[in-house]
């Protein structure tokens, strides 16, 4: 099993920044990636950024150039850096732990992200 605890999210301004965390405790050396995902009210769940063990990212097209996601091994922690903040981006964040075998899929509790025009 792994946990995953988010944190970083809140309220900003359009134009703003926001930096959220995503610390996972467990069973972690059966993860191979860790992504952020978005869900606005209303439309489905979407893939933001990920990352894989090796250090690959992978962006949504939303938010390339603007978001970046990084990994810190010793803190078993993924970040999600946003900048330049739209009210588009307004949702709740998931942070996704996958180990690309059935049941090994993890979600945390997610973290409302508000921006205002």
């Known amino acids: 099993q792994v946990q995953l605890v988010e944190s970083g999210g809140g309220l900003v301004q359009a134009g703003g920044s926001l930096r959220l965390s995503c610390a996972a405790s467990?069973?972690?050396?059966?993860?191979?990636?860790m992504g952020w995902y978005r869900q606005a009210p209303g439309k489905q769940r979407e893939l933001v950024a990920a990352?894989?063990?090796?250090?690959?990212?992978n962006y949504a097209d939303s938010v390339k150039g603007r978001f970046t996601i990084s990994r810190d091994n010793a803190k078993n922690t993924v970040y999600l850096q946003m900048n330049s903040l739209k009210p588009e981006d307004t949702a709740v964040y998931y942070c996704?732990?996958?180990?690309?075998?059935?049941?090994?899929?993890?979600w945390g509790q997610g973290t409302q992200v508000t921006v205002s025009s």
């Open positions: 467990g069973s972690i050396f059966s993860i191979n990636a």
């Open positions: 996704r732990a996958n180990g690309g075998t059935p049941g090994n899929d993890y």
């Open positions: 990352i894989t063990s090796g250090g690959s990212t």
